[in-house]
């Protein structure tokens, strides 16, 4: 039952035709990446690259390219954990299969970790150094090679032990900047992440904070590590749920443990002050985050297995691989969204707007029902819920209407869910920010790292307006403002001039914007204007103009509106919400392909070439 190693699953993937070995030469600078994003995209079989230049281990991409894939993987585990989650929601549940319920305490047992003696560990069968391994370079101005599937092993130091243990996804730099070659590796990790815990309980007490970094063994430890679970849940007990079997734990005398099984492991520690540059990085918004101060750890020792894979993934505008790791975690989750959020009946992060810029969410309105007007209420309640709530917190514009008023509204299609709002919203009512406060770590259209705003818009009650389906006629525009398109119903988006504004403050071109329609009003069927760069880009595509509109604005300081007016502290507009989405020249420099990388790669994917019929 489900898959103890790598090697495991590599080769069950190969016996059902699901993974295919690339065996011509190829760079891990930029290469490698490429093909691997290419073949996602393409909907392709997982990948192992036999012959990388420089590089003596196999690399595994597109593991979890696909979430048909994905589900194959953990085919012998879902349907209990389906169960279980079903249990959390409604204990009842089980009575209707009381022999399926009997599984339920062996399933269980599954999430204690198994200690080993080191011996037995087949993780610490040799020894090598940071410069021996893959140095995977997935964009042109990343900082150096990166891994990008690490599993971050740390124990809390107020109480070590595998009950305070956390295992988490965060950023590795191998290699760049000021590292000591072979000696230190960077460590990002974002805000709201376990780890943060750990590190500061090691700061309070001035020590050092020992981290294992695990690369590769089952695939449900690499699941596990992205895995959000309430704060003080190990990471490992899930692992071992979803691998069907107790994960094995190692670790060498008076040292951390480390999972017995892994591929790779790289145990060091973390000063408590000390930082260093870290990045740039190609991200999974679709830009760069930039160089900045970030931990790192002091390696003492480098171990593998005698016949180590490195798994890889890399990472980009969305759709990319990671978008199979969301899409999978949801249907773990999904219905345990009313059991912590009451009146929350679903809530989902756009993938194609990068995820944290763009949370939607169908509530509920109960709160006066004796009462003929309908406004938002309750969903205001089960919004501050929302963002108090993991990784939901990192949300920055959080979209949320009213179940009772399309009760067959679907959460995933974000059109169909924008176009009710709009339909619905009143402009001077229903928009609540938070100026100041925490958003993504890898956003850069707020005013500082970590530093920016949100934007809650709740709508309830009956149609206010009808959209328009084709851009009117009648629209005006000022001198200097060109290439109006409709993107959705409701929606027009406007090309203008180059936005040169500073951190946090507004465009007074687009104030004066404002006020020209506020003299020659738009109408009523274009209740929203998007400012962008290039608006046949954006027009193009659902993910486009979500990906642009929501990954390149600040509600704080890129809203502004037509007949904008403040009552007491609340603003909010008579007319159009016009939000400015231009790039800023304070952005991070979106994502852009090497062309001498792409002319090789499709020349390998020619009729007759090793690479043909991959994408």
């Not at 900045?292 to 180590?308: C, G, K, L, M, N």
């Not at 990906?547 to 603003?571: C, I, K, M």
Request: glycine fraction near 10%.
């Amino acid at each position: 039952m489900g898959y103890h190693t790598l090697q495991q699953c590599v080769q069950d993937l190969e016996r059902h035709g699901m993974l295919r070995r690339i065996n011509c030469p190829l760079s891990a600078h930029l290469e490698v990446g490429e093909i691997q994003r290419r073949v996602y995209q393409a909907g392709g079989p997982a990948l192992l690259f036999t012959n990388v230049a420089d590089c003596r281990f196999p690399l595994l991409g597109n593991l979890f390219g696909t979430l048909e894939r994905t589900r194959f993987l953990f085919r012998d585990t879902l349907q209990t954990i389906e169960r279980m989650v079903a249990a959390k929601v409604n204990p009842f549940s089980l009575l209707k299969e009381p022999l399926a319920a009997l599984l339920l305490p062996a399933a269980a047992l599954h999430l204690l970790p198994k200690r080993i003696s080191a011996s037995r560990a087949p993780v610490f069968a040799c020894r090598t150094t940071l410069a021996a391994l893959p140095r995977l370079t997935s964009w042109p101005m990343d900082g150096g090679p990166f891994i990008t599937l690490p599993q971050v092993y740390s124990e809390s130091p107020l109480k070590p032990g595998f009950g305070t243990s956390n295992l988490g996804m965060y950023r590795v730099q191998l290699a760049g900047n000021r590292y000591q070659p072979d000696r230190q590796v960077g460590l990002h990790y974002q805000i709201h992440r376990g780890i943060g815990v750990h590190h500061s309980e090691a700061i309070a007490r001035g020590e050092r904070l020992r981290v294992n970094i695990f690369v590769g063994g089952a695939p449900a430890m690499t699941v596990a590590a992205v895995m959000p679970l309430p704060e003080g849940m190990p990471e490992l007990s899930f692992a071992g749920l979803l691998a069907g079997h107790r994960i094995e734990m190692a670790a060498l005398h008076g040292q951390l443990l480390v999972a017995a099984q892994a591929d790779f492991c790289i145990a060091g520690s973390i000063d408590p002050h000390a930082t260093l540059p870290e990045g740039p990085f190609g991200d999974h918004l679709g830009y760069y985050s930039l160089c900045h101060e970030f931990p790192f750890v002091e390696v003492e020792a480098v171990y593998h297995r005698q016949d180590a894979i490195w798994p890889f993934t890399t990472v980009g505008r969305p759709p990319q691989e990671d978008t199979s790791f969301g899409t999978f975690i949801h249907e773990l989750t999904g219905e345990l969204i009313p059991s912590v959020l009451p009146g929350v009946r679903a809530v989902h992060a756009v993938d194609c707007a990068g995820v944290h810029p763009l949370l939607l969410a169908i509530g509920s309105e109960r709160y006066t029902p004796w009462d003929g007007v309908r406004q938002p209420m309750e969903l205001l309640t089960q919004a501050n819920a929302i963002l108090g709530q993991g990784q939901l917190s990192l949300a920055k514009y959080l979209l949320i209407v009213a179940g009772e008023d399309n009760p067959g509204l679907d959460i995933h299609d974000a059109g169909a869910v924008l176009g009710h709002l709009l339909e619905r919203v009143d402009w001077q009512r229903d928009l609540h920010f938070q100026t100041s406060t925490t958003i993504d770590t890898l956003d850069y259209s707020g005013v500082g790292l970590n530093r920016g705003s949100k934007l809650v818009i709740a709508a309830a009650g009956p149609v206010r307006r009808s959209l328009d389906t084709e851009l009117p006629v009648e629209v005006q525009l000022p001198s200097g403002w060109v290439e109006p398109r409709l993107a959705l119903p409701g929606v027009m988006v406007l090309q203008g001039p180059l936005a040169s504004q500073e951190r946090g403050s507004h465009d007074p071109a687009v104030d004066e914007l404002c006020r020209f329609w506020a003299q020659v009003p738009l109408p009523q069927g274009l209740p929203l204007v998007v400012l962008v760069d290039d608006s046949g880009f954006c027009a193009r595509s659902l993910a486009n103009f979500l990906w642009v509109t929501f990954t390149r604005s600040n509600p704080a300081s890129d809203l502004y509106g037509v007949a904008a007016e403040r009552q007491a502290q609340h603003w909010g507009c008579r007319g159009s919400l016009v939000i400015d989405a231009r790039c800023k020249p304070f952005h991070a420099p979106p994502l852009e392909q090497d062309p001498a990388v792409v002319q090789r790669i499709e020349a390998l994917a020619a009729h007759g070439g090793p690479l043909a019929g991959l994408f």
